[in-house]
């Protein structure tokens, strides 16, 4: 408050008088702000902050900014500033540019036209080479509630399913269901953008997508199966908020998927603790009882990785698993809950209430659970009521034979406490316990008449109505107590109290003929002023004794009748109408009346007294719905267990035959993926390394849960067949298991699979490029071969939707694109597409774009449009031709070593005609040995991972003789070795190829403006530089270029400036642009700038450079 | 998930409203006010309220109820546990969470509340996180922000966000090296009219406090690690290797933050530190009442009772109190018939007393209860449960930390009844 204020003064010069006035009071404390806002009109302060946002000072739009949001935080309407506040949407000042967005977000959705002023904005962010600054951009975007910008908001939610960040990946999956709330039409788009960010392995997207999941479709549980383990395995490293999800969800998931951990007779052992208590002495045998069941291997892996979350710090978290334990584990596991329960009624009292409620449901079916800790639910003085009554709840229900005098014990404290409320709810409870505990309910009765002498209304009330339902149930010798009560009856004010003795009177008038009709007597004296209920009671009483005893109280009974006849309320004057018919004989009484003592001194059942959480179980525990006991909008009902459980194989990740060919080559991958993830640790942005920690650990699981999945299917094996080896069924689980054995060791390979499939993940997320690495490969996936069916459908849809628009704006902002991304795959062409931007409203700064690159351009580009299948023809347009092929040669294999074969190898700095992600390498071969080398091959390589095309095999070999052969690897970017076997016939020699960084590239052409413009969008962690001393040779440009074509394979980009030398390429494998640019300082020194995404790979061409340039 | 949330003061007005999805006319709040009305005590405003078309799921805290708006099932935990950390993160930014506070900060809270929360589903939950992002205000941020014209919104952005240790932030530097860890434990007891405990156990927590430079990679053993019989954790915490080997190994985050809260098995017999003395009675017919109180240490493991607080509710029927305290100060509010008496250091050979009577409302029956009496102490330098940590281990970095380790018994719920 205090720096806006200063701020104001000092602008106050500028801005007139009437701001005057508004500043001075503007400086009064915040506090006085509601007030001083009802005084001045709106409109004038409006116009006052109308002024200041238009202002060209930030720090005066800042606090304007700040006086709209202190508005809006009080529920004021500012919405008229909507024009002057969207005028700031691009500010630079980020703080401003929040502010904006929280207003826009505010009001957008009454301000539909001018809001989307604003969509630009949001578009161009939404292309931003910072992570955060795209997801921001498309969390505001998705946020904003206007209709017509649906279209916009599905294209940027697909390709911001797809970005190479998992932080975007995670903001889509937010904006999955903020879209779909505003257009539930757009479902089905939205379930394949789920289905796709739900394959995704990164611990940040899981619970996010999980949520859009449950939004949108959380029928469809079919798009689980595949992703069902590898949640699992994420789950301990997801952050507690989705883990939430996740788990709800899970639980969900294994109901309608495995079958019945519980025996099948007692699905719910009701009230019956001593099954409970078998069941926990069998604990051990239990194995050998139930042979018929055995639990999915996946189910178990539930289980068991939920189980380190009860040691989590977030309560959700905590209750979640409890309730999955709850419902999923088999009966003798779910102990294990117990004790993290009663930790979290140290919580705050909100936590503890709700967690006293999933307690008080648990512990009605299962006393055992919670009984050891029953000293946690004492009451507390300082307890709020709700959580008195809930613990009174599970109290009562844990109470047993053995501990209920410890129990009565601690109730006779309650009932002398303060809270007269809480005092009324524990005689409720003592009455439950008397019930269910029959040895104790004469001492329980003899108490509570005890308590008829309190001095306090509610009590003495309470306890005559708990011990009429006692009596009731006891049907016995309870004469003295009826008496008792009688006598009292004059001290009592309490309606309910007064209706329930006379009830009692009336329905044992009997056993207490003397008193009955005496009580009738005072009643008729004071009728009148009784409460409804008990005028109804005594009129009730009476019937009764006019037909037990009717030459006493004949008289009473009619004169009662008749005061009724004529009360005020309609059900009195109705109901002793019927008693008079129904009693007393005249001419039209009917046959009914023969009937008369049979009907209303009929026996009647005792009344259950049962605990208001009996049935809660209903509910999923730990949902809203249970909690308020009454099905909350969007609850989603727990399936009962499937009596036979659905396939299992669903879940397995893959496709048989294509694992085992690649089975023999997978062994080695672990080393391969470490020493990536170590190249990988610069790269800041995404969360590589967790995603490496999340495999390490999901492998390690998924072994044990196979090895122990296999022992278990093994041992029912024997089992099954010891029993009956010729029967059917021992066939059929002969079968099951084999097939389960096949699935787990499947589930191993896949994990391996998974981490060969990361390489070409990690670069930028293109699922198409993977795929078609994998087609040529002859590993046909079934997903991969969909996924990409989808692509191309959606991928012409979008285009249609293009064309409608202006061609050249089109063509500039497709090319614009275009560029950073130079191998053109099919995807890429997709989200080319998709980022023309429908509503482009950018008229003011048109991005700066130069003609000629156009005309280059946009021919390969159309190409591409029109044959989205045709994959990586035309990528390599763009790639000019080597600046420089050095000379270099490396040894691959000395003669002596090769046993007469000597290999060299160089890099020829050409497109490599197999595959454009590969490098060529040319290899000259040469026999010197004095005899023909036969068979000349390639044989194992590593790591397995590696994609490279080899030579045709060479037959023969004269002594003397040297071929050169060329060959495609793909190193992915990384300068790590290609290792490889060189065979002849008779011998194998294991060879290296080392990539210098520089040979990774591709050099591609682009004008100066490109340049920048590429550069502009790869800075921070994107860029590394440095400052050289030069060798004196090297200061002029024909130099420098050569010594930078010499160390990497680059472009050179026409430069305007004699002092700054450009080059660009492209890394091979992903399409990486790399920006180099040497500027010349002064005599000798040099400032070296590179940009590239490759954030590894910066640094290493940067150090290569530095020593090139430093050398003659 | 969460729609929206509603701060509203004790005298049930809404101060603040923040909207995540649709706006939500404040008028669902009237509902939450009907249910005020109903509670006896603020407390006992039921946490979950449900109304035609919302449900309405509150907590209060430091006098302010933060009402959420809920439109469909969601666990309802869920959003208790995120409003507490709304208010934890307030506690954190302003020192204090109050009326005043927020308003004072209004623009910093909803910056704060738009980062939390996207579409109602929690974004950025970790203080350190958070602080990355938006500088917590203090008075010389807002003397250099009046002069340079720069924000309190971090220019740089939130990396640790995306990080493997999302709790810590990048880039940590301090001169001195310095973690601290305070063993605090509480003891929550009933003990009855004649002295005897009913219930009594031991719940702890290691609060941290760690500011070390890099990314320091902590083990922290313990001597009698047994004596933990269920934990939670900070996320930071290896799960495996507690399992393994009860060792807690962690990266930290930077600053305040609980490591690990616990509860001590209740096999193990609970000492008492304290007991009190105590002849309160009321007179049939009299319109005086007796009252006498004296508090003395026991098993206190030679350490010495500090900061002790004695707080009764006292019957309604009391009219007011005239009592002697033998040291410190006592207070009854004839209002509220609280009674409290802050004793101060406990001397063993001179136990301190208060004594004196009560004049009760005239005509009034005799209250049929006695008052139940909540003590509140605290013991320096011991751990009634015997938890002693055994040493702390640093690797990853170069430099030599400086550690400290502090321990401190105090009063959970610990009730007297008389």
Redesign the interface.
């Known amino acids: 408050?205090?720096?806006m204020s200063?701020?104001n003064l000092s602008y106050n010069d500028q801005g007139g008088s009437d701001s005057a006035v508004e500043v001075g009071q503007e400086t009064t404390p915040?506090?006085s702000n509601?007030g001083f806002g009802l005084f001045s009109t709106n409109f004038k302060k409006n116009d006052d902050l109308k002024e200041m946002l238009e202002s060209n000072k930030?720090?005066l739009k800042?606090d304007a900014m700040?006086r709209i949001?202190?508005l809006?935080?009080?529920?004021k309407n500012a919405s008229e500033l909507f024009p002057a506040v969207v005028k700031n949407v691009a500010s630079k000042?980020?703080?401003l540019k929040?502010?904006v967005?929280?207003y826009l977000v505010?009001y957008a959705?009454e301000q539909q036209d001018l809001a989307l002023l604003s969509i630009s904005t949001f578009q161009r962010a939404l292309k931003d080479p910072?992570?955060?600054?795209r997801a921001s951009a498309l969390?505001v975007l998705?946020?904003i509630?206007v209709p017509i910008i649906v279209p916009i908001m599905m294209l940027a939610i697909k390709e911001a399913a797809s970005d190479m960040?998992?932080?975007v990946r995670k903001?889509s999956a937010?904006?999955i269901?903020?879209l779909y709330?505003l257009d539930p039409d757009q479902k089905e788009h939205l379930i394949e953008v789920i289905d796709k960010l739900l394959k995704d392995k990164s611990t940040?997207v899981a619970g996010?997508v999980v949520?859009a999941f449950e939004e949108v479709c959380p029928d469809r549980i079919d798009l689980i199966h595949k992703n069902y383990r590898k949640l699992c395995n994420l789950l301990?490293d997801v952050?507690?908020?989705g883990q939430?999800v996740i788990i709800?969800m899970l639980t969900r998931y294994a109901r309608t998927q495995f079958t019945s951990p519980w025996k099948e007779d007692g699905q719910f052992d009701e009230n019956s603790e001593t099954a409970f208590y078998e069941s926990d002495e069998k604990k051990t045998k239990n194995g050998d009882e139930k042979k018929s069941y055995m639990m999915d291997p996946d189910h178990r892996l539930l289980l068991r990785n939920t189980k380190?979350l009860l040691?989590?710090?977030?309560?959700?978290v905590?209750?979640?698993v409890a309730q999955l334990y709850w419902h999923l584990a088999p009966k003798h596991e779910v102990g294990v809950i117990t004790?993290?329960l009663?930790?979290l009624l140290?919580s705050?009292?909100?936590?503890q209430?709700?967690?006293l409620q999933n307690i008080a449901t648990m512990s009605i079916q299962r006393k055992g659970m919670f009984e050891p800790?029953m000293?946690?639910f004492?009451v507390?003085?300082?307890d709020?009521?709700?959580i008195k009554s809930l613990k009174l709840e599970i109290l009562t229900s844990l109470a047993n034979e053995a501990n209920i005098s410890t129990i009565l014990r601690?109730f006779q404290?309650y009932v002398?406490?303060?809270d007269k409320q809480f005092a009324a709810g524990t005689i409720q409870a003592i009455g439950r316990c008397a019930t269910n505990i029959s040895e104790v309910t004469d001492t329980c009765l003899q108490g509570l008449v005890l308590l008829l002498s309190?001095?306090?209304e509610t009590v003495v009330a309470e306890s005559v109505v708990v011990i009429k339902k006692l009596l009731q149930t006891q049907p016995t010798q309870h004469s003295d107590i009826i008496k008792h009560m009688a006598k009292l009856f004059d001290n009592i004010a309490v309606p309910m109290a007064r209706a329930s003795i006379l009830w009692l009177m009336g329905e044992y008038c009997e056993r207490v003929p003397q008193i009955a009709p005496d009580v009738l007597r005072k009643m008729a004296k004071s009728f009148t002023s009784e409460e409804d209920i008990v005028k109804l009671q005594t009129v009730n009483l009476a019937a009764k004794l006019y037909l037990t005893n009717s030459k006493q109280t004949k008289l009473l009974t009619q004169y009662i009748l008749n005061l009724g006849k004529y009360d005020q309320n309609y059900d009195i004057r109705d109901r002793t109408r019927f008693i008079r018919q129904l009693i007393v004989p005249n001419e039209k009484s009917g046959a009914l009346g023969k009937y008369a003592r049979r009907i209303l001194l009929a026996p009647k059942p005792a009344p259950v007294l049962e605990s208001t959480y009996k049935d809660r179980d209903r509910y999923q525990l730990?949902?809203?719905?249970h909690?308020?006991n009454?099905k909350?909008?969007?609850?989603?009902e727990l399936s009962d267990w499937p009596a036979v459980a659905p396939d299992q194989s669903v879940r397995n990740v893959e496709v048989i035959e294509p694992v085992k060919e690649w089975a023999p080559s997978l062994g080695k991958t672990g080393k391969s993926k470490l020493s990536k993830s170590s190249d990988d640790k610069f790269y800041?942005?995404?969360?590589e390394?967790?995603e490496e920690?999340d495999k390490g650990s999901g492998s390690s699981s998924s072994d044990d849960s196979s090895s122990s999945s296999s022992s278990e299917e093994s041992s029912s094996e024997a089992e099954s067949d010891e029993e009956k080896s010729s029967s059917p069924s021992s066939e059929e689980s002969d079968k099951s298991s084999s097939q389960s054995e096949k699935s787990s060791s499947e589930s191993d390979s896949e994990q391996k699979k998974k981490t060969t499939k990361k390489p070409p993940q990690k670069k930028t997320v293109k699922p198409t490029a993977k795929d078609s690495d994998s087609d040529e490969n002859g590993n046909v996936a079934k997903e991969a071969s969909s996924s990409s069916a989808e692509e191309t459908s959606s991928g012409s849809d979008s285009g249609s939707d293009a064309d409608s628009h202006s061609g050249t704006e089109r063509k500039k902002k497709t090319k614009s694109k275009a560029k950073p991304k130079v191998e053109v795959k099919s995807t890429k062409v997709v989200s080319l597409l998709k980022e023309v931007s429908l509503l482009d409203l950018d008229d003011f700064n048109p991005t700066p774009v130069t003609r000629p690159k156009m005309s280059v351009l946009s021919p390969s580009l159309l190409g591409d449009l029109e044959g989205l299948s045709l994959s990586n023809i035309s990528s390599t347009i763009q790639v000019s031709g080597p600046a420089f092929v050095p000379e270099k040669r490396h040894d691959l294999l000395h003669r002596m070593a090769g046993k007469g074969l000597s290999a060299h190898y160089q890099f020829p700095r050409q497109p490599c005609l197999y595959q454009p992600t590969m490098v060529s390498v040319q290899i000259s071969l040469t026999n010197t040995s004095d005899h023909p080398l036969e068979q000349i091959h390639i044989g194992d390589r590593s790591p397995t991972g590696l994609h490279m095309h080899c030579f045709n095999t060479i037959e023969c070999l004269l002594p003397d003789a040297s071929v050169t052969v060329s060959l495609g690897v793909d190193f992915n970017d990384s300068t790590q070795a290609a290792n490889f076997q060189l065979c002849t016939k008779e011998d194998q020699f294991s060879v290296s190829i080392q990539p210098a960084v520089g040979e990774l590239f591709l050099p591609v052409t682009m004008t100066e403006q490109d340049f920048r413009k590429e550069q502009g969008k790869l800075l921070g962690m994107n860029e590394s530089s440095a400052t050289i001393t030069m060798a004196a040779e090297n200061t002029t440009s024909q130099p420098i270029s050569r010594q930078v074509a010499t160390v990497a394979n680059l472009g050179v980009v026409p430069s305007g400036q004699d002092n700054i030398h450009r080059f660009a390429g492209k890394t091979a494998s992903s399409g990486a642009v790399v920006l180099v640019t040497v500027e010349l300082r002064g005599e000798s020194t040099a400032l070296i700038t590179i940009n590239t995404e490759k954030s590894v790979m910066g640094p290493m061409l940067l150090r290569d450079l530095k020593w090139a340039l430093a050398q003659a | 998930m969460i729609h929206s949330l509603f701060l509203v003061n004790s005298s049930g007005d809404i101060f603040l409203e923040k909207h995540w999805k649709s706006v939500v006319s404040r008028s669902v709040c009237d509902y939450f006010f009907e249910a005020q009305e109903r509670a006896s005590e603020p407390e006992n405003v039921p946490p979950v309220i449900p109304t035609p078309h919302h449900y309405l799921i509150s907590v209060l805290r430091h006098r302010i109820y933060f009402v959420a708006v809920i439109q469909s099932e969601v666990p309802p935990l869920f959003v208790i546990e995120f409003l507490h950390r709304v208010v934890d993160t307030f506690q954190d930014y302003f020192g204090v969470c109050t009326e005043a506070a927020i308003k004072d900060n209004v623009v910093v809270v909803y910056e704060l509340l738009e980062e939390m929360l996207d579409n109602g589903f929690p974004l950025a939950t970790e203080s350190n996180i958070l602080k990355e992002l938006i500088k917590p205000p203090t008075i010389l941020r807002t003397v250099v922000n009046t002069i340079t014209g720069s924000t309190n919104v971090g220019e740089q952005l939130p990396t640790g966000q995306l990080s493997v240790v999302p709790w810590r932030r990048t880039g940590v530097k301090y001169t001195n090296n310095e973690a601290y860890f305070d063993v605090v434990e509480e003891i929550d007891a009933i003990i009855d009219k004649s002295g005897s405990t009913i219930t009594a156990e031991i719940q702890g927590v290691i609060d941290a406090c760690v500011k070390l430079t890099g990314m320091p990679d902590l083990t922290l053993s313990f001597m009698n690690p047994r004596l933990l019989d269920d934990v939670s954790f900070h996320p930071c915490v290896r799960f495996k290797r507690w399992e393994a080997e009860r060792i807690l190994s962690f990266i930290p985050p930077d600053g305040n933050f609980r490591l690990l809260s616990y509860h001590v098995s209740c096999q193990n017999l609970v000492a008492i530190p304290v007991y009190v003395k105590h002849n309160i009675t009321f007179r049939e017919g009299s319109s005086q009442g007796r009252f006498e109180l004296t508090l003395g240490p026991k098993q206190t493991m030679g350490k010495g009772l500090e900061a002790v607080i004695i707080s009764s509710q006292l019957p309604r029927g009391v009219l007011n109190t005239n009592l002697n305290p033998s040291q410190g100060t006592y207070n009854f509010d004839p209002v509220t018939k609280l009674l409290s008496w802050d004793v101060g250091k406990i001397n063993p050979q001179k136990l301190p007393s208060l004594k004196g009577s009560m004049s009760l409302q005239a005509g009034a029956s005799k209250p049929d209860e006695n008052p139940t009496i909540n003590i509140q102490f605290k013991i320096q330098q011991s751990a009634l449960s015997g938890l002693k940590v055994n040493r702390l281990d640093m690797y990853g970095e170069k430099y030599k930390p400086f550690k400290g380790i502090k321990y401190m018994t105090k009063a959970g719920k610990f009730q007297v009844r008389t």
């Open positions: 408050m205090l720096s200063t701020n915040t506090s509601a930030d720090s800042l700040k949001i202190a809006i935080a009080k529920g000042n980020i703080e929040k502010l967005y929280v505010r959705e910072n992570q955060l600054i969390r998705s946020s509630r960040s998992p932080y903001t937010h904006a269901q903020k709330s940040l996010s949520m301990v952050e507690e908020w939430v709800t380190p040691q989590s710090r977030n309560t959700a905590v209750v979640s004790k993290s009663v930790r140290r705050h009292r909100e936590v209430y709700i967690v800790y000293k946690s004492y507390r003085s300082t709020a009521t709700h601690e404290t002398k406490s303060q309190n001095r306090d730990g949902t809203l719905s909690t308020i009454t909350a909008s969007g609850y989603l800041s942005d995404s969360g390394e967790e920690k």
